[in-house]
T-cell receptor, first 115, second 112 residues
Framework: EAQVTQNPRYLITVTGKKLTVTCSQN?????MSWYRQDPGLGLRQIYY???????DKGDVPEGYKVSRKEKRNFPLILESPSPNQTSLYFC??????????????FGPGTRLTVT | GENVEQHPSTLSVQEGDSAVIKCTYS??????FPWYKQELGKRPQLIID?????GEKKDQRIAVTLNKTAKHFSLHITETQPEDSAVYFC???????????FGKGTHLIIQP
């Protein structure tokens, strides 16, 4: 089944404790992206990747890191989480290439709480 | 980069009536305009999309219209049903920014 998976689905952690949220897709998509969703603010892009070893900042990259060592995986890293990073996070992938955009397929989401 | 404005933020309609959600975009080079539906506690899912070489597209009760000159596009839902209650996001892509730029979403409430 074609899908985007994320782990964990729920996470409660404390300020400063490094964490990684994994994202994997099995559709051979080149484009992958991370979003955070907060009430009233919609989906805001954190980082995206157009291909392996190519990553770029989105609208809200501060406090986050990503890597794209393999085409299927795009982990999101919070080196020192803070309470303002409490949010719902979505990973997405797409067959988009360059300026040719296509549908983005979203993962199930990760609800992160930082205390 | 691209900027997408979406209105209204909340829309309440009676079951059976029509609902219209509007979006404007800033980058005239954008050429792909999808609409996503997000039910409570679930992921956003594509419901319809349109490219800039088409002015209107319809799929059963939903339709999207695009006005490239005015840089706005709209989602139309006819004969609304309770299962249409959700948050709807518009987006724009294919222009100067990579990927998609999303609007802030519209919470559609269907009143019985």
């Amino acid at each position: 089944e074609a899908q985007v998976t994320q782990n964990p689905r729920y996470l409660i952690t404390v300020t400063g404790k490094k964490l990684t949220v994994t994202c994997s897709q099995n559709m051979n998509h080149e484009y992958m992206s991370w979003y955070r969703q907060d009430p009233g603010l919609g989906l805001r892009q954190i980082y995206y990747s157009m291909n392996v070893e190519v990553t770029d900042k989105g609208d809200v990259p501060e406090g986050y890191k990503v890597s794209r060592k393999e085409k299927r995986n795009f982990p999101l890293i919070l080196e020192s989480p803070s309470p303002n990073q409490t949010s719902l996070y979505f990973c997405a992938s797409s067959p988009s290439r360059g300026r040719i955009s296509y549908e983005q397929y979203f993962g199930p989401g990760t609800r992160l709480t930082v205390t | 980069g691209e900027n997408v404005e979406q209105h209204p933020s909340t829309l309440s309609v009676q079951e059976g009536d029509s609902a219209v959600i509007k979006c404007t975009y800033s980058d005239s080079a954008s050429n792909y305009f999808p609409w996503y539906k997000q039910e409570l506690g679930k992921r956003p899912q594509l419901i319809i999309d349109i490219r800039s070489n088409v002015g209107e597209k319809k799929d059963q009760r939903i339709a999207v219209t695009l006005n490239k000159t005015a840089k706005h596009f709209s989602l139309h839902i006819t004969e609304t049903q309770p299962e249409d209650s959700a948050v709807y996001f518009c987006a724009a892509g294919g222009g100067g920014a990579d990927g998609l730029t999303f609007g802030k979403g519209t919470h559609l409430i269907i009143q019985p």
